[in-house]
């Protein structure tokens, strides 16, 4: 178990697709623990291939929003608009942020719901074993974050939408972000769905 800093860059602003609940959702999704250390940059704690996975999934979604937000600016909507561009932005990743979260949330759901069917489907010593090695893992993570010695405090935050238009706009990119299984996963490794 190792703490890892997200290799994603933390640029001014496209570090919001984070608020609004993608980043727990991301974090439950890759069964990581994370944290900010300062006021940019990111930490993941976890198992080694799960800490890769999210690193990869920031990676993916904030390459995602500078694109989706480039073509947003050149559209007719974002230009009309009445609300200042900062307002506009904001909206649109707060909108961004949302869909992208909800669509790791459904992920989630569905891996528990296959795997809660595949336990089923299992002969019962092969069920107590599947459970056992989830809440082993679990409790090694546990015991390593406690190592590290970090306390960390939950910090309450509340997002606005000013811009209704541009905020769909982002749901709307958010339901676009390709997150496909990395490159070398395998031919086997099938597609995550698109929401």
Known sequence: MR?????????PGRSAWRC???????????????????RADFVLFGPEPD??????????AEGALAHEEGRYRATPDYLRSKATPQTRLRSFRYGF???????????????????????EAAA??????????????ERKVEEGFRGLGVRLKTVYSTATVRDRGAYGRGQAAG?????????????????????
């Open 124 to 137: 019962p010593s092969r069920a107590k074993a599947s459970t056992a090695l989830v809440l082993a893992k």
């Open 175 to 195: 339901g676009r972000v390709g997150l496909e299984r990395p490159v070398g996963a395998g031919p086997s490794a099938g597609k995550l769905p698109r929401g």
């Open 20 to 38: 609004a609940g993608s980043t727990q959702a991301l974090l439950r999704f890759t069964e990581c623990r994370g944290w900010t250390d300062g």
């Open 51 to 60: 800490v890769q996975m999210a690193e990869y999934l920031l990676r993916v």
């Open 97 to 119: 942020a949302d869909r992208l979260g909800k669509r790791l949330e459904a992920m989630i759901e569905a891996r528990a719901a296959a795997a809660e069917a595949r336990r």
């Open 3 to 11: 703490p890892a800093s997200s290799a994603a860059s933390p640029s």
